[in-house]
Nanobody, 112 residues
Framework: QVQLVESGGGLGQAGGSLRLSCAAS?????MGWYRQAPGKQRELVAF???????NYADSVKGRFTISRDNAKNTAYLQMNSLKPEDTAVYSC?????????WGQGTQVTVSS
């Protein structure tokens, strides 16, 4: 069993920055974030493998950067040039041995 604990998020301004963290209680092969805004489908924002390969949704490319510290089993999502449409609940996830684990979710609200 792996636990994921998220931190960061909160209220940001358009054009500003926020950072999310996701700490896992054990080793994880893939870590990333989904987000879901009210009335919208869940969207995969970004993920990173333990080898450092990354993937981003088109909507955040060039603005968000995902990274990880394998020694700390922690992933980070640096969100720059925020837009009001980035407002959503962001949920961290991790994959280990074919099983997906989830963080508690954190609200990100971007004001215009």
């Amino acid at each position: 069993q792996v636990q994921l604990v998220e931190s960061g998020g909160g209220l940001g301004q358009a054009g500003g920055s926020l950072r999310l963290s996701c700490a896992a209680s054990g080793s994880i092969s893939v870590m990333g974030w989904y987000r879901q805004a009210p009335g919208k489908q869940r969207e995969l924002v970004a993920f990173i493998t333990n080898g450092g390969s990354t993937n981003y949704a088109d909507s955040v490319k060039g603005r968000f950067t995902i990274s990880r510290d394998n020694a700390k089993n922690t992933a980070y999502l640096q969100m720059n040039s925020l837009k009001p449409e980035d407002t959503a609940v962001y949920s961290c996830y991790g994959v280990r041995l074919g099983r997906t684990y989830w963080g508690q979710g954190t609200q990100v609200t971007v004001s215009s």
